[in-house]
């Protein structure tokens, strides 16, 4: 019985992570091929805009890597296990936004960049604010009404987008940049559409607690809490 139940219970750990093969990050080196591919784009730009003295471009290439690795590397100090969705968009998000964004100048270039991706960057805050503040309550989806949970993620995401629209003034005031572009107008409507992309993370938190799971960005709550069970234990 007992050489059976061993058996049992290894069949039962291998298959447990058979089923979550296709979600979890592994090390640094060993990524999803698509994040793998973004970062060597940075680093061979990096390296040929030495070559040809741009050395702009290749700061923000290397900057932009350097962002990039930061969640894997935060998760693996902290032990946490990344969804390769997660770890798709927040690369792709990066790689858009320093990148793109700024070494190609695609905020002047293409007029909806700036647009999709605070919106994006909001939703995606909202649900790191959904998972934080649902990882206090150990994963008990009846510690708190869900209203007020979603609330809270929505706060989170509108932090975050203040605090940026703080570090475009300061970068404007004290180094002479344009991060924010006309001023005002554009700081405002920035926030707003925050707002909307908060709204959006906050509310795929609130039909995850109770009970859906059938969505696009509620699957991925799933696929996190799944990952990380140990931190949310009821």
């Known amino acids: ?65 350097g962002l990039a690795i930061t969640p894997a590397i935060l998760a693996s100090r902290l032990d946490i296990t990344l969804p390769v969705p997660f770890l798709l968009a927040t690369t792709a998000f990066i790689f858009a936004s320093v990148f793109m964004g700024e070494a190609f100048d695609f905020y002047e270039r293409v007029w909806w960049w700036d647009i999709v991706l605070h919106g994006t960057s909001a939703i995606g805050f909202g649900l790191i604010g959904f998972l934080f503040i649902f990882m206090l309550f150990d994963g008990d989806r009846y510690a708190a009404p869900p209203f007020a949970i ?19 003034y300061l970068m404007d005031t004290w180094f002479g940049l ?27 938190g609130y039909i995850y607690l109770i009970g859906s ?22």
């Not at 993620?153 to 975050?160: E, L, P, R």
């Not at 006309?182 to 795929?204: E, K, N, P, R």
């Open 213 to 234: 799971n059938d969505r696009v960005l509620t699957r991925l709550i799933q696929q996190f809490v799944t990952l990380n069970k140990r931190f949310y234990l009821k």
């Open 1 to 65: 019985r007992d050489r059976m139940g061993t058996r049992t219970g290894r069949a039962a750990m291998h298959a447990g992570r058979g089923t979550l093969t296709g979600m979890e990050n592994q090390t640094l080196f060993g990524q999803n091929r698509i994040v793998i591919i973004m970062w060597g784009i940075l680093l061979l730009t990096a390296a040929t805009a030495l070559l040809f003295g741009r050395w702009e471009i290749s700061f923000v290439a290397l900057a932009t890597f």
């Open 150 to 168: 979603a609330f809270i993620a929505f706060c989170v995401g509108m932090t975050v987008g203040a605090l940026w629209e703080i570090f475009e």
């Open 178 to 204: 344009n991060m924010q572009k006309s001023g005002l107008d554009d700081t405002m409507s920035d926030l707003m559409i925050d707002g909307v992309g908060s709204i959006i993370g906050a509310l795929a």
